[in-house]
C-alpha cells in the first residue's frame, strides 16, 4: 500500500494523479477462512482491523451485502462523545473517543476527527440534576466533562436562545474533547487498513444461511456460494435479529428507524455540538456549512430506512425554539438508518449459544462514536475469548439482571 | 405517516394518535416457570423483517389494547382485531399469505 503523505500529494501533481492506488481490493470470496464478519459497516471494519493488528489474525472475510459503510456508518449525524454515566460505558466509549483522537495517524487516512466539544444542554432540573450526577460520575471514571454556566453556554453557541418558550436553557454538560468525524472516512479508512494486512473485503454478498453443526458454527451461506470459518463474527446493527435467526437464537433487540436531516449550507455560525435531549434535537454544522440534524427514532418496529414524518416536524420545532434563526433555513435531505435497540439501551457484545459465533449489535442510536472501541474490545474477544472492555456487555446480564441502564444518562436517541 | 384502525371505536387513527406495545400472542411466563421461559418472555423478541403481529393502544383515542398484522419493511397494513385473542383471525391470515405465501401462524411464543 502507498502511504499517504505531503510528499505523495506533490508526487502526484507533477504526474496528473495517475499514480493512485485503489484504497481496497476487490476480492473474491475463498473456501475458506479463520475468521468471517458479516457486516463491512465502521463496527465489523474496525473489528477486522482491530483482529489483525493486536492479534495477528488476518485471515479474515468481512462480507457485506450492500457496499461497505452504506448501512448506519454512512447515515448518522457523526457525533462523538464519552460523557455516559454507567462505568462500563464510560469505559467503552472512552477509549472509542480516545482512539478517535490519533485515528487518522493509526490508519494513514484522514478520518477529520474534529475535537470542537460537545455540549448537551440541561433544559429541565430534572436534566441539571442528572447532568451533575453524570460530570461527578464522569470525574471517578477519567472521562473529562464540566457541568457548565447557561452563561457559558452563549459565549460558546452564540447563536443559541437560552430563555426559550419551553424550556430554559439551565445549563449544560460540556466534554471538550468530544466532537465529530468524516463518517465515511472512518468506514474507508478502516477498509483500507483491512485490505493492506491481506483480508478480503466481499461487497454485494449476502449471507442467507449460517451453517452449524454439534453447536458450533462451520461457515455461512451466501449469495456468492458457501464460505467455511472457524469463528464468525456479526455485526450488522439493524439486521441482527435476522442474522441471530439464521443462526438459531433470539436477542433482546428491536429495530427501528432513526432519521436525520442536513440543511442547505450556510456560513459558519455555530463550532460545537449542542444536543437538547429534553426537546429532542441535535445539530453541528459540517465542514461544508450544512446545519446536520438527528431526532427522534420511530416508536414502532421496522426496516423502512426513512423514518416518519412527524418526527421531522418534532425535531425541526424543537431546534427552532432553541437556535432560532435556523428558522428560514430550507433542507436538503433527509433519511433513515434502521437501528438496533436493547432495553436498556446499552449495546451486546457477546459470545452466543452457537459456539465460535460472535455477536457485536444493540448500539442503537448512538454507534458511530463507538466505532474504534467497539472494534477494539470485539476483537479481544474473538481471539480470547472475553475483554475487559466489553465482559460487562454481554448476552447473559439480561437473564442475570445486570443491566447497564444508559436511557437514564442520556434520556433519549443519542 | 402509519394509518391503522382501532377495532374497537372504528376510527382509522394516525400513529401519532397511537402507542406500539410490541410483539403480541407473548405466553406471559411468571412465577413457577423456568429462567428460560421467563428470560425469553421478558427480553427475547422475534424482530422479524417483514410480518410483524403486534399489540397497539389507541392511546389519545378509546385507550384500549388492540392487535395488528403488519410488514415492518412495507409498512403495510393487514388487518386490526381486538386483544381478547390467542391468534390472528382466519381474514387477517388470508390477507396476510395473498402477499406472503409462506407465512404460517406458528404459535404464540
Known amino acids: 500500500m502507498k502511504r499517504y503523505s505531503a510528499f505523495a500529494i506533490a508526487r502526484e501533481a507533477l504526474r496528473n494523479h495517475t499514480g493512485w492506488e485503489r484504497a481496497w481490493r476487490a476480492a473474491e470470496p475463498r473456501k475458506q477462512y479463520d475468521v468471517i464478519i458479516v457486516g463491512a459497516g465502521g463496527h465489523g471494519l474496525a473489528t477486522a482491523y482491530y483482529l489483525g493488528k493486536n492479534f495477528g489474525i488476518t485471515n479474515v472475510a468481512i462480507l457485506e451485502k450492500g457496499w461497505l459503510g452504506g448501512g448506519n456508518t454512512g447515515r448518522n449525524t ?253 433542507m436538503l435531505r433527509q433519511w433513515g438508518g434502521i437501528v438496533d435497540m436493547t432495553g436498556d439501551r446499552s449495546p451486546i457484545l457477546s459470545r452466543t449459544p452457537l459456539e465460535g459465533c460472535f455477536i457485536n449489535c444493540g448500539w442503537g442510536t448512538g454507534g458511530f462514536k463507538a466505532i474504534p472501541g467497539s472494534g477494539w474490545g470485539m476483537a479481544e474477544l474473538m481471539a480470547r475469548g472475553h475483554s475487559p472492555l466489553t465482559d460487562a456487555f454481554s448476552l447473559d446480564r439480561f437473564r442475570e439482571g445486570r443491566f447497564i441502564d444508559e436511557s437514564v444518562a442520556a434520556g433519549v436517541a443519542h | 405517516m402509519l394509518i391503522l384502525t382501532c377495532p374497537y371505536c372504528g376510527v382509522a387513527a394516525d400513529e401519532t394518535e397511537l402507542a406500539c406495545g410490541g410483539e403480541a400472542h407473548l405466553t406471559r411466563h411468571g412465577p413457577g416457570s423456568s429462567d428460560d421461559a421467563f428470560h425469553g418472555y421478558l427480553f427475547s423478541r422475534k424482530n422479524p423483517r417483514g410480518l410483524h403481529v403486534e399489540r397497539w393502544r389507541h392511546v389519545q383515542g378509546c385507550g384500549k389494547w388492540f392487535h395488528a398484522a403488519r410488514d415492518t419493511v412495507t409498512l403495510q397494513v393487514f388487518g386490526t382485531y381486538p386483544a381478547q385473542s390467542h391468534e390472528p383471525p382466519e381474514d387477517i391470515v388470508r390477507a396476510i399469505r395473498r402477499r406472503h405465501p409462506e407465512w404460517t401462524w406458528k404459535g404464540a411464543a
Open chain 1, 78 to 330: 457523526t457525533i462523538i462523545r464519552s460523557n455516559y454515566l454507567q462505568d462500563p460505558s464510560a469505559a467503552i466509549y472512552e477509549k472509542a473517543r480516545s482512539l478517535y483522537e490519533t485515528l487518522s495517524q493509526d490508519l494513514n487516512y484522514n478520518v477529520m476527527f474534529s475535537p470542537r466539544g460537545v455540549i448537551m444542554l440541561a433544559q429541565t432540573q430534572h436534566e441539571v440534576r442528572g447532568y451533575l450526577r453524570t460530570a461527578e460520575a464522569n470525574a471517578l471514571q477519567g472521562v473529562k466533562t464540566r457541568f457548565i454556566s447557561p452563561k457559558r453556554v452563549k459565549d460558546l453557541v452564540p447563536i443559541i436562545n437560552l430563555d426559550g418558550p419551553r424550556y430554559p436553557v439551565l445549563g449544560g454538560l460540556w466534554q471538550e474533547r468530544g466532537g465529530t468525524a468524516r463518517h465515511d472516512a472512518v468506514a474507508w479508512g478502516y477498509a483500507r487498513a483491512c485490505s493492506d494486512m491481506g483480508m478480503d473485503i466481499i461487497q454485494k454478498c449476502e449471507v442467507t444461511g449460517i451453517r452449524q453443526k454439534d453447536g458450533k458454527v462451520m461457515g455461512v451461506d451466501t449469495s456468492r456460494g458457501p464460505i467455511d470459518c472457524r469463528k464468525l463474527g456479526i455485526v450488522v446493527a439493524g439486521h441482527s435479529g435476522v442474522l441471530a435467526e439464521m443462526a438459531g437464537f433470539r436477542l433482546p433487540i428491536e429495530s427501528v428507524a432513526l432519521q436525520a436531516l442536513v440543511s442547505e449550507p450556510i456560513k459558519p455560525c455555530m463550532d460545537v455540538v449542542v444536543m437538547a435531549n429534553t426537546v429532542h434535537g441535535y445539530m453541528s454544522q459540517s465542514d461544508k456549512g450544512e446545519m446536520v440534524i438527528g431526532g427522534g427514532a420511530d416508536g414502532y418496529n421496522n426496516y423502512t430506512q426513512r423514518g416518519s414524518f412527524h418526527h421531522i416536524e418534532e425535531t425541526v420545532r424543537a431546534l427552532v425554539e432553541t437556535f432560532p434563526m435556523i428558522s428560514r433555513l430550507k
